[in-house]
């Protein structure tokens, strides 16, 4: 029996253990908003909560986000196991999102609100995690992937 769509799961499982063991560290070592520059004024961790979605938009509203998580992690686990075989850089861009996706569901049921650490100061840029590093590596890949040429069947030698 061969295992269908092996690096989606692979790809998820790999995400998700990074972005749940890198929220534990951060937990166990951080004060809730201490911050600890890498590269002073570019790059920091900084230990922050968010309790809503991607730039904290919908905060205070996270109660509907944990189902909507969970709705897109069964989602794709259905495509993966229902759907049929996909390429190898299909079942990267959908794993990517279930990591993402699972990673950052499991905080908000269990804590109502995500773990976020990685603070790129240079830019400015909204506090994230590895989950929405995930997320966003999925959806890149699926776009290059819809915008390229599907490959012609090769046609045998006569």
Not at 10 to 38: N, R, S
Request: proline share 5%.
């Amino acid at each position: 029996m061969t295992f269908k769509n092996p690096t989606f799961w692979i790809v998820a499982l790999i995400g998700l253990i990074l972005d749940q063991v890198t929220k534990f560290i951060v937990v166990q070592t951080f004060e809730l908003g201490e911050t600890w520059p890498l590269w002073e004024g570019v790059f920091h961790f900084t230990f922050v909560t968010n309790p809503g979605a991607a730039f904290s938009l919908f905060a205070g509203q996270g109660e509907w986000l944990r189902w909507l998580s969970l709705l897109v992690s069964l989602g794709l686990a259905a495509l993966a196991v229902f759907g049929g075989a996909m390429n190898r850089l299909e079942q990267m861009g959908y794993g990517f999102i279930l990591a993402g996706a699972v990673g950052n569901g499991i905080d908000r049921f269990m804590s109502g609100e995500v773990v976020d650490f990685l603070d790129f100061r240079l830019i400015r840029f909204p506090i994230f995690n590895l989950a929405d590093v995930c997320i966003n590596i999925g959806i890149i890949i699926l776009i290059i992937l819809a915008f390229r040429k599907p490959t012609p069947p090769k046609s045998p030698h006569r």
